[in-house]
């Protein structure tokens, strides 16, 4: 199975400051990752498929790069709505395995 | 608008048996393969199963295959798990989501809590 390593796995930030998320794969995946978004008790949102592509829907303020087996989420202005968790999933092969998550507080 | 919304968890003891319904609307069911996603408490996500438009092609992680059956019903825009020989570590709440090409597991349940426990 390709193991997906997410950092950091908590993260402190202040309203309007710039956040990135790390995902790091075991193997080469080519673009095949999403990065999700869930709030307690809500379903997962999609916010990033095949790394770099925002979902329909979703802020400018997210966005998504990689570079070999590294995969970055960016949210360029932090806003309050935006504190949750956050994981990301490889699609590349079976089985689709996930990150550990990353929750997202204010400072 | 996608909704998917699951139901039919509980708590059930080791051994027994439980089944996950998840009904769909806002898109064509027949249309998209379908997966279940699984997390116990304080663990990361897990794939558990995915099927295909048909139904005709099933898979599953090794952990509960032989033990867990996703099936559709694509007149009902339902999807199922039918979970029997139940074990503690398969407490955990129990996602749908919808397996497109264009974006795979692109929408998601808001879930269902299943507890095995004695």
């Known amino acids: 199975d390709i193991q997906v390593t997410q950092s950091p796995s908590s993260l402190l930030a202040s309203l309007g400051e710039r956040v990135t998320i790390t995902c790091q794969t075991s193997?080469?995946?080519?673009?095949?990752l999403n990065w999700y978004q869930q709030k307690p008790g809500q379903a997962p949102m999609l916010l990033i498929y095949?790394?770099?592509s925002l979902q329909t829907g979703m802020p400018s303020r997210f966005s998504g790069q990689y570079s070999g087996r590294s995969f970055t989420l960016t949210i360029t202005s932090l806003e309050p709505e935006d504190i949750a968790n956050y994981f990301c999933l490889q699609h590349y092969s079976a089985p689709h395995t996930f990150g550990a998550g990353t929750k997202l507080e204010l400072k | 608008e996608v909704q998917l919304v699951e139901s039919g968890g509980g708590l059930v003891q080791p051994g027994r048996s439980m089944k996950l319904s998840c009904a769909a609307s806002?898109?064509?069911?027949?249309?998209?393969?379908m997966a279940w996603v699984r997390q116990a408490p304080t663990k990361g996500l897990e794939w558990v199963a995915t099927?295909?438009?048909?139904?005709?092609?099933?898979y599953y992680r090794d952990s509960v295959k032989g033990r867990f059956t996703i099936s559709r019903d694509n007149a009902k825009s339902t999807l199922y798990l039918q979970m029997n020989s139940l074990r503690s570590e398969d407490t955990a709440t129990y996602y749908c989501?919808?397996?497109?090409?264009?974006?795979?597991?692109?929408?998601w349940g808001q879930g269902v809590m299943v507890t095995v426990s004695s």
């Open positions: 095949y790394a770099t």
């Open positions: 806002g898109f064509t069911f027949s249309s998209f393969p």
């Open positions: 193997q080469s995946i080519s673009n095949n």
């Open positions: 099927i295909s438009t048909s139904g005709g092609s099933t």
């Open positions: 989501t919808r397996d497109a090409h264009r974006a795979p597991f692109d929408y």
